[in-house]
């Protein structure tokens, strides 16, 4: 099936499955290796991404389901100011040990940010409530997420 | 490979849903696990898909005459942003799966896939939640107990799609809406209970008490309602153990992989007392 989407601000038009995942469009066909697979079945939030600005998992997205969407990976998102923003927060709050489950909980923090621009700290926690990680224990991906909202003041 | 229908209206889709023999896609978070592959091997469905989630015809949302009515292709985060949804819905919406769930799941696909474990599927029962469903030659209405019939079992024929969804929007003085599980997010219940009461001058005017992954269908516990309805408040207290009687009896839940079915005939009974003897006073 012949799909047409946009992806990281750029048209672009793909021949694959109906059904074929997301997650896999992204990771195998497009080589877009930030979106990792983690359960495979929705509870991780490791294959995170934006559709029309919205988080989403990307291992439960058809890519049927895609037809004139708009999906943001973190390869695109790393260029903007507010990524500079939730970087800092997150370096310096150590919100990052082995960092496969980072790029799902940028994502995760954009989607908070860009629908609350000053979340409190319980806010912030039902924000990555879709999110696992097994290495921080979360109060420093909270406390990173709480910074970056400082650090990017204005830019959300 | 199966093959994929993407139609443009629903009409259109109606006419594909009558000539071919289709698994209808909606938001697909259920269908995407159900049918999960390798990785990177596409799903594995075994019939031709028809993809609905797209149809706008499928994505009003309106308010007539006391009634919520919405498309079957709205999401649970459309219903939370709608202006017309009650301050008490959206608080237990936001309980559902988790954000990123909650952005493409459909409260018509969790009523299809009719899971015993459906977690908006209490709401749905006790509200009194009726279901249109349309087929190319017909229409009718179908309320959400009848509509399902056991688990991952409705009363669907295999030429409709549920279009509609429709909800008495009314105000309620309690609403308690529990889950149980091992996580807060995403996690399939063990045991959920939601219940909606309308307490005036002390009295109980109104009662709806339904129980989720306690039998091969929610549990709507009508003769508890009963019992508790036109009661004063404060002499409810006397007749707990009558109604956790009628709970216990009435709810058949089974030991699998998520609990057992002694956890769940007490945490059960345990939650409706903490709404009687807890929330109820407030």
Same mark, same amino acid.
């Given at each position: 099936m012949m799909i047409n989407f946009?992806?990281?601000?750029?048209?672009?038009?793909?021949?694959?499955?109906h059904s074929?995942?997301?997650?896999?469009?992204?990771?195998?066909?497009?080589?877009?290796?930030?979106?990792?697979?983690?359960?495979?079945?929705?509870?991780?939030?490791?294959?995170?991404? $934006?559709?029309?600005?919205? $988080?989403?998992?990307?291992?439960?997205?058809a890519a049927a389901t895609l037809e004139g969407q708009?999906?943001?990976?973190?390869?695109?998102?790393?260029?903007?100011?507010?990524?500079?923003?939730?970087?800092?927060?997150?370096?310096?709050?150590?919100?990052?040990?082995?960092?496969?489950?980072?790029?799902?909980?940028?994502?995760?923090?954009?989607?908070?940010?860009?629908?609350?621009?000053?979340?409190?700290?319980?806010?912030?926690?039902?924000?990555?409530?879709?999110?696992?990680?097994?290495?921080?224990?979360?109060?420093?991906?909270?406390?990173?997420?709480?910074?970056?909202?400082?650090?990017?003041?204005?830019?959300? | 490979?199966v093959k994929a229908y993407r139609p443009t209206s629903l009409s259109e889709a109606l006419l594909i849903r009558k000539y071919h023999d289709v698994i209808i896609f909606n938001g697909g #978070?259920?269908l995407?696990?159900?049918?999960?592959?390798?990785?990177?091997?596409?799903?594995?469905f075994?019939k031709d898909v028809l993809y609905i989630g797209h149809l706008d015809e499928l994505k009003h /949302? &309106?308010?007539?005459?006391?009634?919520?009515?919405?498309g079957s292709a709205v999401?649970?985060?459309? =219903?939370?942003? @709608?202006?017309?949804?009650? @301050? &008490? =819905?959206?608080? +237990? *919406?936001?309980?559902?799966?988790?954000?990123? /769930?909650?952005?493409?799941?459909t409260?018509a696909g969790?009523?299809c896939?009719?899971?015993?474990?459906? &977690? *908006?599927?209490?709401?749905?029962?006790? =509200?009194?939640?009726? +279901?249109t469903l349309k087929s190319a030659d017909h229409s009718?209405?179908?309320?959400? @107990?009848?509509?399902?019939?056991?688990?991952?079992?409705?009363?669907l024929r295999s030429d409709e799609i549920v279009t509609e969804? #429709?909800?008495?929007?009314?105000?309620?003085? @309690?609403? %308690?809406?529990?889950?149980?599980?091992?996580?807060?997010?995403?996690? /399939?219940?063990?045991?959920?209970? %939601?219940?909606?009461?309308?307490?005036?001058?002390?009295?109980?005017?109104?009662?709806? *008490?339904?129980?989720?992954?306690?039998?091969?269908?929610?549990?709507?516990?009508?003769?508890?309602?009963?019992? =508790?309805?036109?009661?004063?408040?404060?002499? /409810?207290?006397?007749?707990?153990?009558?109604?956790?009687?009628?709970?216990?009896?009435?709810?058949?839940?089974?030991? &699998?992989?998520?609990?057992?079915?002694?956890?769940? #005939?007490?945490?059960?009974?345990?939650?409706?007392?903490?709404?009687?003897?807890?929330?109820?006073? +407030?």
């Amino acid at each position: 099936m012949m799909i047409n989407f946009i992806l990281n601000g750029s048209s672009i038009s793909i021949d694959v499955e109906h059904s074929r995942r997301l997650l896999d469009v992204l990771r195998d066909d497009l080589k877009l290796t930030s979106v990792k697979e983690g359960c495979g079945e929705g509870e991780c939030g490791s294959c995170a991404v $934006l559709l029309n600005g919205q $988080l989403i998992n990307s291992c439960l997205i058809a890519a049927a389901t895609l037809e004139g969407q708009e999906v943001v990976t973190l390869e695109g998102y790393r260029l903007t100011k507010r990524f500079e923003a939730i970087k800092e927060g997150f370096e310096s709050c150590g919100s990052v040990q082995c960092g496969f489950c980072t790029p799902g909980f940028v994502m995760a923090a954009e989607a908070l940010l860009s629908s609350n621009r000053d979340p409190t700290e319980d806010e912030v926690i039902k924000g990555i409530e879709g999110n696992l990680c097994r290495c921080t224990g979360y109060q420093m991906i909270v406390a990173g997420i709480l910074k970056a909202k400082e650090i990017g003041k204005g830019l959300w | 490979m199966v093959k994929a229908y993407r139609p443009t209206s629903l009409s259109e889709a109606l006419l594909i849903r009558k000539y071919h023999d289709v698994i209808i896609f909606n938001g697909g #978070t259920d269908l995407m696990v159900k049918y999960r592959n390798w990785t990177s091997v596409a799903p594995n469905f075994p019939k031709d898909v028809l993809y609905i989630g797209h149809l706008d015809e499928l994505k009003h /949302i &309106d308010e007539k005459s006391d009634n919520l009515i919405f498309g079957s292709a709205v999401t649970y985060a459309q =219903l939370l942003k @709608h202006q017309h949804i009650s @301050h &008490d =819905l959206k608080n +237990l *919406i936001e309980q559902i799966g988790s954000i990123a /769930i909650r952005n493409i799941g459909t409260l018509a696909g969790n009523a299809c896939n009719a899971s015993p474990a459906g &977690d *908006i599927l209490p709401v749905l029962y006790a =509200l009194n939640a009726n +279901l249109t469903l349309k087929s190319a030659d017909h229409s009718r209405v179908v309320a959400i @107990h009848d509509f399902i019939e056991g688990p991952g079992k409705t009363n669907l024929r295999s030429d409709e799609i549920v279009t509609e969804i #429709t909800l008495k929007n009314q105000t309620f003085s @309690h609403t %308690f809406y529990r889950k149980v599980g091992t996580r807060k997010a995403n996690a /399939i219940s063990k045991v959920s209970v %939601f219940i909606v009461a309308d307490v005036r001058d002390g009295r109980m005017e109104d009662i709806r *008490i339904t129980i989720g992954a306690c039998g091969p269908k929610v549990v709507r516990v009508y003769e508890a309602e009963q019992l =508790l309805k036109g009661k004063i408040v404060v002499e /409810i207290q006397n007749i707990i153990s009558e109604v956790l009687n009628i709970v216990a009896n009435k709810i058949t839940p089974i030991d &699998d992989v998520r609990s057992t079915q002694e956890y769940r #005939t007490k945490v059960a009974c345990n939650l409706i007392e903490t709404f009687l003897v807890k929330e109820l006073i +407030l």
